[in-house]
């Protein structure tokens, strides 16, 4: 049985992998477009995952759907109030986003694609996440 | 077979990523975010016993680990064995403005003048690889989520705090190509 969980999550990260690469969204081309704002592309991509995202939320919640083991489906809010997080935390991230042309998914789904120089910023953004983890108490948030 | 050489329009993309937020909550009561997955790495080499690291990484996150070796499985498959044929169809206006800034490599899915091992021996590709990973990740835990976590998953939830997120992504992302990328290209 454990072996069937495994693999069903090793499926949908597939899809999630191949989808990301065929669509461009992988490329720091596409990204650099975006912040251009040249051309739809990204924002529709992101922008239907959205939607259809916002309304199969509305139907889990409203139909107090449950999930395969039958368990309800609980989704924890975050805090708001923590807004200073969001907004520098954020922007770091929109720094590296723009300048690497990828955000943690298409890292992964590159270096799959053959481009095996991607574990140098993978190993960084470890790191960064380490260097995070340090400071946490000293960081406003 | 031949479909699946073609590259995606995003009208079929974008339906389809939403759609992994409610196959994750109904298939396990997960929440879709790939950026996890880092602090995850970071807790199975905790030797720094740092306390943001410190819990059972196998148990929490088994699951998201084994999405992103799919997600790295999916990878070689769409950008390898179904690779896109043709260069990107990027706007004119796009290609001039980076032209302009020097980039002359458009064929792939990155520019080989930034990433590529070749480029990590140069000062921008050095920054563009380095610096770029680090502020992504200390900026994905910082911000407590990831274009994934955040701009999908906290968004189809209507979270307020997704938005500021985003906007601070977009914020950190215009200074880098607008003030930023100027001056380090």
Known sequence: MKFLEYLKYLVIGTAFGFILVKSEVVSWFRIQEMFRFDSFHMYGIIGLAIVVGIISIQIIKRNNIKDSKGNPITIPPKDASQWKRYIIGGSMFGLGWALLGACPGPMFALLGSGLTVMIIPILSAIAGTYVYGMLRDTLPH | ?185
């Open chain 2, 1 to 185: 077979m031949d479909i699946l050489s073609q590259p995606m329009p995003w009208y079929i993309a974008g339906p389809i990523i939403g759609l992994t937020v409610p196959i994750l909550l109904i298939l396990g009561g997960r929440m879709f975010g790939v950026s996890a997955n880092l602090r995850h790495a970071c807790a199975a080499c905790n030797f720094g016993n740092v306390e943001f690291f410190n819990y059972d990484w196998k148990e929490a996150g088994w699951w998201n680990i084994t999405f992103l070796v799919g997600s790295i499985l999916g990878g070689f498959l769409g950008g390898y064995v179904f690779a896109n044929p043709e260069p990107i169809a990027l706007a004119q206006s796009t290609i001039t403005d980076l032209q302009a800034l020097g980039i002359q490599d458009f064929d792939g899915l990155v520019p080989a003048d930034l990433i590529s091992w070749e480029a990590l021996g140069t000062p921008t590709g050095l920054i563009v690889l380095v610096l770029g990973g680090f502020l992504v990740g200390f900026g994905a835990r910082y911000a407590g989520g990831c274009t994934s976590g955040h701009a999908i998953s906290g968004l189809s939830d209507l979270q307020l705090a997704s938005l500021m997120a985003v906007v601070g992504f977009f914020i950190g992302g215009l200074l880098m190509t607008y003030l930023i990328y100027p001056i380090i290209l």
